[in-house]
Structure formats: structure tokens, C-alpha cells
């Protein structure tokens, strides 16, 4: 695969990404563990270092920030400490925010434990939303289209992005590119976009397992077919990526490096994945790049960003 030359860094500091999706806030507790409990047999940490991190459609938007390109995230919060919290690491990142609060929302909180740079344990902090949050959005999401070249939604299946139909059909109305990081078994509302990103576990919750190359590619491309996307992006861990197009089928090996954590590497793809796009490239070169993306942020420990001197040294 030949790859263009990598865009210039004012290249990329001109182009404008729209975030939409499920932010959260991942929480570390770091510390070591030296005694069992006399209570249970559980080991007993002592909790040395507390770090805050942008996560989910968060975390997607620090990637593209981090890039190099212009983002701006547009979610929906509610009026807590974690969601107080978040809006102090997005400004303190420099990320541009289109937030709303909701009251009756709870602002999802992933807490990790860690003794000795081993996940111990995570905790989750989260409540299913009875309600739509981001319906009373959708102003605010036409208002932010035209000033953006690419819109990207990252779904992570928490009751945001209900209305992501409608959202698709505007921007695509719009004529943008529509990237999305899909979740779930139905993927009849990412109909229309440009291109979803599932790994493996979660397109074959969608079109099932497959036992060889030819019959993972009829899958792929039928469900391609059916939802009318452009293209299917498929990350396959150790086995690189798979690129799903009209009548072409693209590979790229993975990149070989020792894996210390995999949390949030499908948020440096898809974020890299629309930056390209937004420059100009082809879907196979833009592949090319945020495989290697994904392979140096799996290097790295929890919640991570690939910044642009480490993608293009």
C-alpha cells in the first residue's frame, strides 16, 4: 500500500472535526498492594495517586485535539461532580464544547483500580436514561454542521445518540462525511453513513461468526450493503484491519508492539480515521495511519492520545 505524504501540521490544524456521542469520565486510583485482607480473602490497596481522564466521545475529541485538527464536542451532561469535573479537563485540554445539563442525567464514571500497573478492578457509575438526552440537541447540532468538515459519532450504547438517524440524515444532507463507532445489535440507524468502525466481537454480534476470510467478506459487504455506507472499517487486534468498500477489499497488518492496555484504542482510530478524511485522503491511506495510531496508543497505559510527532516521526 503506498501512503501519501503525511499532511502538514497546518494542514491539520485547519480542519474541523464535530464529536457527537457519550462522554464519561474514567477515574484511576493508583497504589500498591502488599497484604490480604484479614476481613475476606481480597488483596488490600493502599491508594497512593487519584488521576481524572476524559473518556468516551471525550476521549475521541482529545484525540483529534491532540492530532493536531480543530474539534468541537457536542454531549449532554448531567449537574454533577463528575460532569463539573469533565468540563474542567475539556477546558483544560482546550477543547471546544457544546454541552448540555440535565439534572435527571447521571454523568457516567469508569473507576479503575490499580495496584502496580495491574487493573485490579473497575467500577462502573451509571444509570440507563429514561429519557432521550441529546433530542434537545439537534439545534445545536445543525448550528455546529457547517462549520465542520467530518462528523463523527461515538456511540458507546448509553442512551445518547437515540436520535442518531436524524442526525445522519443532516449531515450527509449537509455534505459531510459521516464517521461512526457503533454499538449494539441493530445497526439499522447508522444507515446512511459514511463509514462505522466495529472490531470484532461487535460486528459478529450484528452479522455473526464467520469461518474463513471468504465468508467474513460476503458479511461485511452485505451488511455494508444493506445499511448503505461507503465503507466498512473492521479492527482485528493482532490481525490488523480490514477495509470493506464496493467491490474492493483492503488490508493492513497490525503494527508489532507489546500491548500494555487496549482501553480506548478504537477512540484513537476512528478520531485519526476522520482527521485523514478530513485532509483529503482515501479511505485505504487513512487506514494506513490510524492502524499505526491505534498500534502506538496500545503502548501506552489506560485512557491514551497519540499526539502528531508520534504518528509521523
Given at each position: 500500500m503506498t501512503?501519501?505524504?503525511?499532511?502538514e501540521k497546518?494542514?491539520?490544524?485547519?480542519r474541523?472535526?464535530?464529536?457527537?456521542?457519550?462522554?464519561?469520565?474514567?477515574?484511576?486510583w493508583?497504589?500498591?498492594?502488599e497484604?490480604?485482607?484479614?476481613?475476606?480473602?481480597v488483596?488490600v490497596?493502599?491508594?497512593?495517586r487519584?488521576?481524572?481522564?476524559?473518556?468516551g466521545?471525550?476521549?475521541?475529541?482529545?484525540n483529534v485535539?491532540?492530532l493536531?485538527g480543530?474539534?468541537?464536542?457536542?454531549?449532554?451532561l448531567g449537574?454533577?461532580e463528575?460532569a463539573?469535573?469533565l468540563q474542567a479537563?475539556?477546558?483544560?485540554?482546550?477543547?471546544a464544547?457544546?454541552l448540555?445539563?440535565d439534572?435527571?442525567l447521571q454523568?457516567?464514571v469508569?473507576?479503575?483500580v490499580i495496584?502496580?500497573?495491574q487493573q485490579?478492578?473497575?467500577?462502573?457509575f451509571e444509570?440507563?436514561?429514561?429519557?432521550?438526552?441529546?433530542a434537545q440537541m439537534l439545534?445545536?447540532f445543525?448550528?455546529?454542521?457547517p462549520?465542520?468538515?467530518?462528523?463523527?459519532?461515538s456511540d458507546?450504547?448509553?442512551?445518547g445518540?437515540a436520535h442518531?438517524?436524524?442526525?445522519i440524515e443532516?449531515?450527509?444532507?449537509?455534505?459531510?462525511?459521516?464517521l461512526v463507532?457503533?454499538?449494539g445489535?441493530?445497526y439499522a440507524?447508522?444507515?446512511?453513513?459514511?463509514?462505522?468502525?466495529?472490531?470484532?466481537?461487535?460486528?459478529?454480534?450484528v452479522?455473526?461468526?464467520?469461518?474463513d476470510e471468504a465468508?467474513?467478506?460476503?458479511?461485511a459487504?452485505?451488511l455494508?450493503?444493506r445499511l448503505?455506507l461507503?465503507?466498512l472499517?473492521l479492527t482485528?487486534s493482532e490481525?490488523?484491519?480490514?477495509?470493506?468498500?464496493p467491490?474492493?477489499?483492503?488490508?493492513v497488518k497490525?503494527?508489532?508492539?507489546?500491548?500494555?492496555?487496549?482501553?480506548?484504542a478504537g477512540?484513537?482510530?476512528?478520531a485519526t480515521?476522520?482527521?485523514?478524511?478530513?485532509c483529503?485522503?482515501?479511505?485505504?491511506?487513512?487506514?494506513?495511519i490510524a492502524n499505526r495510531a491505534?498500534g502506538?496508543?496500545?503502548?501506552?497505559?489506560?485512557?491514551?492520545t497519540?499526539?502528531?510527532?508520534e504518528?509521523f516521526?
Amino acid at each position: 500500500m503506498t501512503v501519501n505524504p503525511c499532511p502538514e501540521k497546518a494542514v491539520l490544524a485547519a480542519r474541523r472535526v464535530l464529536v457527537v456521542g457519550d462522554v464519561m469520565l474514567d477515574r484511576y486510583w493508583f497504589g500498591a498492594v502488599e497484604r490480604i485482607s484479614p476481613e475476606a480473602p481480597v488483596p488490600v490497596l493502599h491508594v497512593q495517586r487519584e488521576q481524572d481522564r476524559l473518556g468516551g466521545a471525550a476521549n475521541v475529541a482529545l484525540n483529534v485535539k491532540t492530532l493536531g485538527g480543530q474539534v468541537t464536542l457536542l454531549s449532554m451532561l448531567g449537574q454533577d461532580e463528575p460532569a463539573q469535573r469533565l468540563q474542567a479537563l475539556l477546558h483544560q485540554q482546550g477543547i471546544a464544547t457544546v454541552l448540555g445539563q440535565d439534572p435527571r442525567l447521571q454523568t457516567i464514571v469508569k473507576l479503575r483500580v490499580i495496584g502496580r500497573n495491574q487493573q485490579l478492578l473497575r467500577i462502573d457509575f451509571e444509570q440507563e436514561p429514561v429519557h432521550e438526552v441529546l433530542a434537545q440537541m439537534l439545534a445545536d447540532f445543525e448550528r455546529e454542521l457547517p462549520r465542520h468538515d467530518v462528523v463523527l459519532f461515538s456511540d458507546y450504547g448509553k442512551g445518547g445518540l437515540a436520535h442518531i438517524p436524524r442526525m445522519i440524515e443532516l449531515a450527509r444532507a449537509a455534505g459531510k462525511p459521516v464517521l461512526v463507532d457503533p454499538k449494539g445489535s441493530d445497526y439499522a440507524r447508522y444507515c446512511g453513513a459514511s463509514l462505522i468502525t466495529p472490531n470484532r466481537a461487535e460486528l459478529m454480534q450484528v452479522v455473526g461468526s464467520w469461518q474463513d476470510e471468504a465468508e467474513l467478506e460476503r458479511k461485511a459487504q452485505g451488511l455494508r450493503e444493506r445499511l448503505g455506507l461507503q465503507a466498512l472499517l473492521l479492527t482485528r487486534s493482532e490481525e490488523g484491519m480490514s477495509l470493506f468498500e464496493p467491490d474492493r477489499v483492503s488490508h493492513v497488518k497490525a503494527q508489532v508492539r507489546e500491548v500494555a492496555d487496549v482501553t480506548g484504542a478504537g477512540d484513537t482510530v476512528i478520531a485519526t480515521m476522520a482527521l485523514m478524511l478530513a485532509c483529503g485522503l482515501a479511505l485505504e491511506q487513512a487506514m494506513e495511519i490510524a492502524n499505526r495510531a491505534g498500534g502506538l496508543v496500545v503502548a501506552k497505559f489506560g485512557t491514551a492520545t497519540v499526539s502528531y510527532e508520534e504518528l509521523f516521526a
